[in-house]
């Protein structure tokens, strides 16, 4: 009986014991549960934040981008009062600050702009006066109204003659450029033969051809009337002649065609001149520049005739371009020591004609 109760008191207690243990265990179980639940809460809330952050994030630095890029009219739009928030209300900030100091300087350097072009206008209209005086008592002077000269004399007053020349040349390109530059030359189109136009100025330029034995080459198909401003397409002519008679050596070729080609007129000027070096030709038409072959030379030269001649084909709503080496007369010679010289320019006029443009001032000078 002893055996039997300490059996029974022993299985009682490791019964109790294991009762005990599974309460005990579920209780740690019950706390592992709920720690685990809070934890993967806190995650969710951490991951929540971030990714709320992390998109603010990424669009501060998409605007930034912009805004290297001179982009700076879309304001970032963000809502809250996190420092992410803060920063970016600081950046539109100076955004418009940015913006503000552009616009300000952009107002300025155009208002500089504009004072340039009117002094060189005003000035450029004041010196053509005495410059045509001096010329007109030159021209008196030389054809012997004044009494005879000697021969020093008379090789004197002739040099002085071209150098005042191309002083009223070079008066009457800025008088032309600044009336460009402003924007108040007007464009009067009316019915006009072009071809009539281009042998008016090959007439013009007659001493200066005949003086290098230079030929003329004309290939005119028959090409209707058309609605151009006469003095603008004969200052293009003047300009284009000028170039390729200045820099075609004696005996040469100028080849000018005039042709009708379905909605346009195509117009073709080719030189057998020094060419246009292929670095220097992307600047051919900016304002001033002269290629570094052709001042080598003719020292002589304003650099503004193309600047000129594309203004208006442009603003007329034709278009202009150019190629050298020239193919529109090598190729036909077949000269391979010919290659990589001269140049021919290209002008495309519109059947219907120049756009119409108002304005204060004649490109006619």
Partial sequence: ?????????????????????????????????????????????????????DDKLKLLQSKIKKMQKGEMEEKIKLHGKDEITKLADSINSLMVAIKSKAISKASKNKEIEAAKVDFVSLASHQLRTPLSIIKWYIDY??????????????????????????????????????????????????????????????????????????????????????????????????????????????????????????????????????????????????????????????????GLGLYIVKAIIEKSGGSIWFESPSKEIFSEEGDPNLEGLGTTVFIKIPLKGMKKKGGSKSLSV
């Fill in 141 to 302: 002077i030389v054809s012997g109204d004044a009494g005879e000269l000697k021969t020093d004399q008379l090789k004197y007053l002739r040099e002085t003659y071209k150098a005042n020349e191309r002083m009223i040349e070079l008066v009457n390109n800025l008088l032309i450029v600044s009336r460009i530059d402003l924007g108040t030359f007007s464009i009067e189109p009316k019915m006009s033969n072009i071809v009539s136009l281009s042998d008016e100025i090959v007439k013009k330029f007659k001493k200066e051809i005949d003086s290098k034995s230079i030929i003329i080459s004309k290939e005119y198909d028959k090409v209707s009337k058309i609605n151009v401003d006469p003095s603008l397409i004969k200052l293009v002519f003047e300009n284009l002649l000028t170039n390729s008679i200045k820099y075609t050596p004696d005996n040469g070729i100028v080849k000018i065609s005039i042709k009708e080609k379905d909605d346009h007129v195509l117009i073709k000027v080719s030189d057998r001149g020094c060419g246009i070096p292929e670095e220097e030709q992307a600047k051919i038409f900016t304002k001033l520049f002269r290629a570094e072959n052709v001042k080598r030379i003719e020292s002589v030269g304003t």
């Fill in 1 to 53: 009986m002893k055996l039997s109760n300490k059996i029974i008191v022993i299985i009682y207690s490791s019964f109790v014991f294991f009762v005990a243990s599974i309460y005990l265990l579920s209780d740690v179980i019950a706390i592992l549960i709920s720690n685990l639940i809070v934890f993967y809460i806190a995650l969710l809330f951490i991951f929540f934040i971030f990714r709320k952050h």
